[in-house]
């Protein structure tokens, strides 16, 4: 749950208005997120996200894609954040990011998943199947970490691909099925991307919707109404 919030609010600093990045400082702020010291680390997180680095970032990819396997989750969550963020300029790195779509850690496996799909908006390529099917296959993991996970890159890109693409057929029935799910942010993600693909979702997802208008999150009732 920590990370899932620690993720968002990367998100809302990076659609803020923020400060450009000055010379050196993305040297810094590298350094810093595979520092020992985990309170560095965690500096160099929050600098990541109150600081715009888009354009320096671009030349960096090499060095961000290195960080996605870092032993440290957090670090690995903002870098996702980061390159997710920066959308097709990302794409340079994508075989690096197809590989890890059968990373051993099924967060990594639902980011990878994610990143992919952002990075290709727009044209279709023969792993964005798989990066789906990474989602769906996310969406029913015995861990919770990974389900949500798995919904909030639906989440994310169900709001990109709206109701009229297919691209989120595969997982259609396991975002119904995670409206009942018993992990709050599974179903607050999960109601949120049923809502973007709209009619797509169709019939099925009636029951657990209105099921949703009682639960205990006021917010999740709200976006199922």
Do not use: Y
């Amino acid at each position: 749950m920590r990370l899932v919030v620690f993720a968002v609010l990367i998100v809302a600093c990076a659609l803020a208005a923020v400060p450009c990045a000055q010379a050196g400082e993305l040297d810094e702020i590298l350094q810093q997120l595979d520092d020992p010291d985990p309170n560095m680390r965690l500096a160099a997180m929050q600098r990541l996200g109150m600081t715009n680095i888009s354009g320096e970032a671009v030349e960096r990819l090499e060095e961000f894609a290195d960080l996605l396997e870092h032993s440290d989750p957090r670090v690995r969550s903002v870098v996702f954040t980061t390159l997710f963020n920066l959308g097709e300029r990302a794409a340079p790195i994508a075989p690096r990011i197809r590989r890890l779509l059968e990373h051993e850690d099924g967060v990594v496996r639902t980011r990878a998943a994610g990143l992919w799909c952002r990075m290709h908006r727009g044209t279709e390529t023969e792993g964005d199947a798989v990066a789906v099917g990474v989602l769906a296959k996310g969406l029913e993991d015995r861990d919770a970490a990974v389900r949500s996970a798995a919904a909030r890159q639906l989440d994310l890109l169900s709001s990109m691909w709206g109701p009229r693409s297919s691209a989120a057929d595969p997982a259609i029935p396991g975002l119904v099925a995670a409206l009942s799910d018993p992990n709050q942010s599974v179903r607050w993600s999960a109601v949120r991307a049923v809502r973007s693909l709209g009619s797509r979702v169709g019939a099925p997802a009636v029951p657990p919707l209105i099921a949703l208008l009682d639960d205990e999150r006021r917010d999740i009732c709200t976006t199922a109404a």
